[in-house]
C-alpha cells in the first residue's frame, strides 16, 4: 500500500498529507502552517527522511511523533513522548544488566516527574548519568528541554 509524503508544520499540524500528489497537480507547498503561523517542513529535522502522510485511500489522523529513520523526536512530539525517546535512549545502553536496567527506569521516573523533589530529581539524575554514562551524552538534548534551568545546572547540562 502507498504512503504519501506530507508535509507538516512545527507545532504537528499537516500542511499536506498527500504532497506527491499535490505537487503532480501543480499545488504549492505552504512555507507557514495556516492554521497556527509556525515553518512547515517536509523532512526530518535531523537525518532529511521525508515526513509520512496518508496511505492510499486512508487519511492520516496525525504525525508520527518520532522519525522512522533516525529515531529523533520530531519538533511536535510532546512531554510524554519525550520522555519515552529519553528511556528508550537510557534503558538500551549496551552492557546493562538487568539490575542496572531497572534501578535506571526508577531513577527516569523520578527525573522525569514535573512534581517531584528538586533534591530526589538531582540524585536521581546524577545516578542515571553513573549508570548509563554513554546514554546520558545522548540524552542530554532532551533532558535540556525537559528539566528546568536551575536543575539542568545542578546536573551540568547546558542551557535550554
Known amino acids: 500500500m502507498k504512503r504519501f509524503s506530507a508535509s507538516v508544520c512545527m507545532r504537528g499540524h499537516y500542511s499536506d498529507r498527500l504532497l506527491e500528489l499535490s505537487r503532480r497537480t501543480g499545488g504549492q507547498g505552504e512555507k507557514f502552517c495556516s492554521e497556527c503561523g509556525a515553518p512547515v517542513i517536509?523532512?526530518?529535522p535531523q537525518c532529511k527522511a521525508r515526513l509520512f502522510g496518508s496511505y492510499e485511500g486512508f487519511p492520516a489522523n496525525e504525525p508520527e511523533k518520532f522519525c522512522f529513520n533516525c529515531g529523533a523526536p520530531y519538533p511536535w512530539a510532546d512531554r510524554d513522548a519525550l520522555i519515552m525517546?529519553?528511556?528508550?535512549?537510557?534503558?538500551?545502553?549496551?552492557?546493562?544488566?538487568?539490575a542496572d536496567r531497572l534501578?535506571?527506569?526508577?531513577?527516569?521516573?523520578?527525573?522525569?516527574?514535573?512534581?517531584?523533589d528538586e533534591k530526589r530529581r538531582v540524585r536521581a539524575g546524577e545516578r542515571v548519568k553513573q549508570l548509563a554514562p554513554k546514554g546520558w551524552a545522548v540524552a542530554?538534548?532532551?533532558l535540556t528541554s525537559l528539566l528546568s534551568a536551575e536543575l539542568?545546572?545542578?546536573l551540568g547540562l547546558p542551557p535550554g
Open 85 to 98: 525517546q529519553l528511556r528508550n535512549q537510557l534503558e538500551f545502553e549496551p552492557g546493562l544488566d538487568d
Open 152 to 154: 539542568r545546572m545542578k
Open 103 to 116: 534501578e535506571l527506569i526508577e531513577q527516569l521516573a523520578v527525573l522525569s516527574r514535573p512534581d517531584e
Open 140 to 142: 542530554q538534548p532532551i
Open 42 to 44: 517536509e523532512a526530518c
